[in-house]
């Protein structure tokens, strides 16, 4: 089996390979995975990283392998009022939902529950299977080399 046991900097050189992962995968520091080409391989990463999609991981070999985010369930709600998008944002954020923000929409894994409870809130609800990245969270340590933990 492949171990991957690194996050590279972007650029240093050209991948060997690629993997399609879920959010649900790409926090995990400790994972078997399968890359696209069908190869077992390890994800052996320190704890508390974030892959998004683009990253470079790789090992000691100097295997290469981009990651892409994988398209998965997810709701998005858009609004032209921001204070609306604002308060669905402390309402998903009051219940420790992972969640994307972007300028007019908000998304999160799909749940029906939160469906109608931002329904609820005059939101129109849309579900479909696209790439989920939300944000990394206070705490979480970002992939990229950058952190927004508190020191």
Do not use: K
Request: aromatic share 4%; proline share 4%; net charge negative.
């Amino acid at each position: 089996m492949i171990r991957l046991t690194h996050i590279l900097p972007p650029g240093l050189q050209p991948e060997m390979a690629t993997v399609s992962l879920t959010i649900d995968q790409r926090v995990r520091s400790r994972l078997r995975i399968q890359l696209d080409d069908g190869r077992e391989a390890g994800l052996f990463l320190g704890r508390g990283c974030l892959l998004r999609g683009g990253d470079l991981i790789g090992n000691h070999e100097g295997m290469v392998v981009r990651v892409i985010s994988a398209p998965e369930r997810v709701s998005t709600v858009w609004s032209d009022d921001l204070t609306l998008l604002a308060r669905a944002a402390y309402h998903l954020g009051n219940r420790h939902v992972p969640l994307q923000i972007e300028n007019g929409w908000l998304r999160y894994a799909h749940d029906h529950v939160l469906d109608a409870m931002l329904a609820g809130m005059g939101l129109h609800v849309d579900v479909n299977d696209t790439v989920f990245e939300p944000e990394a969270g206070a705490y979480q340590q970002m992939s990229r080399g950058h952190s927004h933990a508190i020191s």
